[in-house]
Each structure stands twice: as structure tokens, then as C-alpha cells.
């Protein structure tokens, strides 16, 4: 292997060394205490070490990096004190995510390093979000993403290059080509030359790097990076290395053959570097005994007060509070004058009034921008914003959702426009995975609302129709809010856009051109988890939601002999039980009425915690009234039959008469 040393002093060819040396001292230390069971599932990235190390010293400090499994290089490149990181591997307080998730899996702003999620895929876009933050902030930073061969086969990897192409964002695509994902070869994981070469398809300035050459590759990031602050633009990067132990500890390494193996372990980075220091005399024997034990004591120490820290403590309303982050709500009421307007008008207004508010507020979608968005509602937008904020993307949810993310964590607020609350499905993912569990994991907020157009009566058929709210009223650590009227639609998305959390801002679109209200046309907010009481009566609780709010008044209004309470749900997520238990207390009989299919909708859910909270004050059972259970048809007919409206009438005359 040939060293070329530059312009590097004797100091930081040294520094590169040990920068080499602490990771690779640390894992062989990691390898005996897992053996006895003091720590848990271990990655090795022996022999992976130049990559890491070699772009974390090219990027400056306050430069973020998305690290993934085997990259301990970074973590300890960036001086977090040794024992954080032992106590994080033992889910210990000390660590970085109170026990809650294990190995490199938890981010620090404090060292600007934001870990991964399991799955891989997603920090591809998360780089995106902080790189497009960069831009915004015209701070002249970059940012770095690794990846390894088996993650550039997900769509994510594809999504995130391709959005950064398209938006020039600055950021580092580091592809760690290692031969294996956990034990596919690359032959079986792609069929092109060089992944490298993927990059060229997204219009990407691509490079090769020999990964196990720590100067060649500090020399050519040193100078990529200096290059991309001063012209902001995405760069892909494969680096040629192998994985020369198992995936895992526990896996092994039965299917690699022993001489591939042999083979790469005499290129090891760190070997070849040392022998080169040594025979440059900028190294001898004694200074590599002292330096060892230096960082052997280091690592004793540090191992002693993560090992000797006690479990962590266990307590319910630890983990509950963790789920979100407070909020400290205000409300902000709303001046005397009103207009008229309709579902879709309130949307908007609430949006623009809010981009006015926050001054450096996001909004990514498809075809918003010139366009105005499929409904219109960010029409106009463009001029008034500008297009740094009024963002059209490609068709990509995936990247888009974690690119939102990823501006939370560069500290911008952000709001995804769905085109159709269907196609939230291709960004289930992060929503569900990223958004939903960082608060708990790492206590990092995920300050992002995705608006849901949704739901039936437009004809639209199975994939423009749904109203999937259950996808997400289930998950921990979204909220989810679905307004039937303008004046709560404004309120509600005013006070979503103010919440740090992440937000699922369901949107009727058959209610959007159809329902008119006074709403007032000054910014104002209305709290979360509050219900709304539209009608009072003492026979019998009508629950609803959306479009089946105006089902319910309809059916009202043409049987004026029913006295009922009409509650407007307005929240799921949040849910105010209290509401609904006082008006069953008072009515004694409860219908639930929702415009998704009946099973594992919030209806069931709701009908349980009645049974568990108020079945002493019960006269009937609760009677759920759904959709049937097939996908939404396309056909009128066929749409109406399908919908629980058709229903509602005769359910509750039947549950009055019980
Ligand atoms: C979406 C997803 N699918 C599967 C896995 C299981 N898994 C974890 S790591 C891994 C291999 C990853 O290979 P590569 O990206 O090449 O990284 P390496 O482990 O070689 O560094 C697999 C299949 C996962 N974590 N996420």
C-alpha cells in the first residue's frame, strides 16, 4: 500500500493514526466483553476504520455526520467521552438514549452526530433534510451520510441521491462497499460495475476511493469538502474495503471463503499505516507501546465507570413523558372579523398565516410550488414565499418525509403535503419508524406535519379515496388530528404547525369545497385533544370524525325526535376520553361512526375504552358503524354501498330502540 503524505504535518499524519488505532483498541476490547455477555449484539468494523476516520477529519466539527453500524471511528473521532458511548452499549443512563435503543442507534446534537434507524435506508434523506437546512441557513457547511452496498439496493438510497442531485444539496454520500450484506455478496445485491456508477444516473459527481488508504482518502475528502462549501452540490462516494469479520458477532464468516479473507487482512488500514510511520521513523516501537497504552487506560477507565453505573432505573412515567416532547401550548385567540369560507380556504389561510408566523417555515410536496398543489392550497404561495420554502419535490415520499425530518434536526420546521393521503403509504416508513420514535429514542424532537388529503365521495376509487388514520393512530409518537369544519381545521393546523412533534393533519377533501363557515380571518390557535360537542341531547352519544360528522347532522336533522350528543372527535391522537365517557355517563347508549372499514379502525378502540371506563352506565352495547370490508371502488354506486353513511340511520335507530 502507498502512502503520499502531501502537505500533511508529522502532527496530523500522527493524529490520524491514533484516530485509527482508539476505534479498533475499542472493539477488541468490545470482542471479549461480549463473549461474556456484558454487552450486547456487536458490529465489527475492523478493517473498515480508515473510512470513518478519514471523513470525519475531513469534515469540521459543527459539520454533522450520519454515521451507520460499523462506524465507531466517528463517534470516537468526535471525542465523546468513552464512557457515554460503554454506557450506551449497556443501556445505561450515562448513554445516549436512556436504555431505549442499543448500540449505535441514538444521535447527539452535542457532537453533531445523528445516528441511524435500524432500517438503513432513511438516513440517505435525513443527510438531504440537514444538507437543505444548510442551504437555507447559507451557512456554507456540509454534511456526511454513510451507507453500506446492501443499503443502496433500498428505494431510499435512490430517492435520497436523486433529491439531492435535483436540489444541489451538499452532502456526501459515502458508500462503504464491503463485499457482504449481513451474507449476500454484491453479486447478488447489484449488477453494475461500481456503485459509484449509480450516481452518474442521478447527474452526480461520482468518485472511487480505495477505503483501506487512510491518506488517499483524507487527501480526496479534504479537498471534496473544501470544493462543496464553496459550490454546494451532492457528491457520491464508493469506498472499495471489505468486512473481514461477520455481520454480527454471533453470524460468523462460514460463507466467505478464508483466502478472501486472508487476502484483505493484509491490506488492513491500520497495519499498513503504522508500518508506514514506522518505516518514515515519524513512529517508532516505543511510541506505539506508549500510545497503546495510553488508550488501553483510557479505555479501562472509562469502561470502569460505565460498568460500575447501575442499571437503569425503571419507571412508568419516565418512559410515557418521553413519548413526546411538552408543549407548551398558547392559545392565540382570533380578532372579531370572520369571512365565510370553505374547508379548503380555511386550510390554506392557516397555512399562509403560519409561514408568515415562522419566518424560516418549510413546505415540501408534490407539484405545491408554480402548480399550487392538486387542491389548489398553496396557490399563490410560490411568489409570496419564494422557492427556497415553497418546495415542489420529485415523487418521492420516502426521501421527503426523512428529508423533513432532517430539518428538524438542523432546526427548521417543516410541513410534507401528501398529493393524496394514499400515497403516504411509500413513506410509511420514516413517518412510522424516524418521526414516531425519536422523541422517545434520543429526546429528539421530529417537528414535522404531514397534511393528509383524504377520504371518499369523489369517485376516486381504491387508491384516492382512503381515509387511513388507523395506519397511524396506533403508532406511539404521532399525533393525529381530523377536522369536519373550517374553523377547527385552521385552528387545529395552527397549533400542529407550533407543535414540535410530529403531526398527521388529516384533510377531507369531499368536505374541502363542500362545508362553509364564519372562520376569523386573523391567526388564532385551538388546543389539541379537545373534542367538539356539536349538539346535546340525552338519548344517545353520536361519535364522529370527519366526513361522518355531517353524516350524523344529516341524519339529525331529518329525525328531529332524537336527542342526542354529537361529538366531533377533531383528535384522535390525542384522544379526549373525558368527553366522550361524561356524554355516555349522561346518554347511556354510544354509537361510533368512522368512513374507514370496521376492523382495527379507532372505532373498536373507542368502543373498548367505553366498555373498560363506563359499562355500569350502559343500556345497550356500543355499536360501531363502518365501512365494508373491502378496498373503496371507483363506481358511485359502488362507493355508496361501500360506505358506512349509507348505515348510520339505521344503526342508530336500532341502538334507540335496543
Ligand atoms: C430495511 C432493512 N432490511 C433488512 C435489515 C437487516 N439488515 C441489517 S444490516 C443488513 C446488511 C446491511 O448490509 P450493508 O448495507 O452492506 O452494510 P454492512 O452491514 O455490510 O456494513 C441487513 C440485511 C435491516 N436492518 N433493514
Known sequence: MIFIKKNLSNKKLLELYKAMLKPRMIEEKMLILLRQGKISKWFSGIGQEAIAIGVTAALKEDEYILPMHRNLGVFTSRNIPLYRLFAQWQGKASGFTKGRDRSFHFGTQEYNIIGMISHLGPQLGVADGIALGNLLKK?????????????????????????????????????????????????????????????????????????????????????????????????????????????????????VSKELIEDWVKKDPLKNYQKYLLDEKLLSLDDILEIKKNLSNEIDENWKIANEEEAITVNVTNELNDVFKDVDYHKIKSGNSVENIRLVDAVSQGLKQSMERHEDLVIMGQDIAGYGGVFKITEGFLEVFGEERIRNTPICESAIVSAAYGLSVNGIKSIVEMQFSDFVSTGFNPIVNLLAKSYYRWNQPADVVIRMPCGAGVGAGPFHSQTNEAWFTKTPGLKVIYTAFPYDAKGLLATAINDPNPVLFFEHKGLYRTIRQDVPTEYYTLPFGKA?????GNNVTIIAFGASVHWALEVLESNLDISADLIDLRCLQPLDTEAIFTSVRKTSKVIIVQEDSLFGGIASDISSLIHENCFEFLDAPVKRVASMETPIPFDSKLEAQYLSKNKLETALKELLSY
Open 139 to 255: 451557512n456554507n457547511k456540509i454534511c456526511a451520510v454513510f451507507t453500506g452496498d446492501g443499503g443502496t439496493s433500498e428505494g431510499d438510497f435512490h430517492e435520497a441521491l436523486n433529491v439531492a442531485s435535483v436540489w444541489k444539496l451538499p452532502v456526501l454520500f459515502c458508500v462503504e462497499n464491503n463485499g457482504y450484506g449481513l451474507s449476500t455478496p454484491t453479486s447478488e445485491q447489484y449488477n453494475c460495475k461500481n456503485l459509484a456508477d449509480r450516481g452518474i444516473g442521478y447527474g452526480m459527481e461520482t468518485h472511487i476511493i480505495d477505503g483501506n488508504n487512510i491518506l488517499k482518502l483524507y487527501h480526496k475528502i479534504e479537498a471534496l469538502a473544501k470544493s462543496m462549501r464553496k459550490n454546494p452540490r451532492p457528491i457520491l462516494l464508493e469506498f472499495k474495503t471489505f468486512r473481514i469479520r461477520g455481520h454480527e458477532e454471533a453470524s460468523g464468516t462460514k460463507y
Open 532 to 536: 367538539s360537542l356539536l349538539q346535546t
